[in-house]
């Protein structure tokens, strides 16, 4: 690819799946979720964007469960990424508990981990 001048080379993409439930199948607003995800990937890389998506997974408690799932993604670069890879882990553990979760997702660059 051509070499594009005066321009900040962002390689690498995480993306934060904020579920919309809490417990495996209860409806629950997220915002605050999605806020405080918005503002840590915006003080680890420097933004953010929140994009509305709608996901399903299988519950072992509550078999097929189809919600308004949000992902909240940053780009940085390599460095940047290992540095501050714990952090965003951190705080995804900590979603899992917080909204009682059976899992959570993280995407970093096309892989899925999920805790």
Known sequence: ???IKN???LDKKIVC????TIGPASAADNSSQVNRAGEMLSGLFGGATIQPGRGC????????????????????DPASLEKKIDSVIDFMEALKIE???EAVSLEIDGVLYIF
């Open 1 to 3: 690819m051509k070499e």
């Open 7 to 9: 321009a900040l080379r």
């Open 17 to 20: 799946y904020i579920p919309a």
């Open 57 to 76: 997974w299988l519950s072992d408690s509550s078999g097929l469960v189809t919600e308004e799932t949000t992902l909240v993604y940053a780009f940085t």
């Open 99 to 101: 909204m009682r979760q």
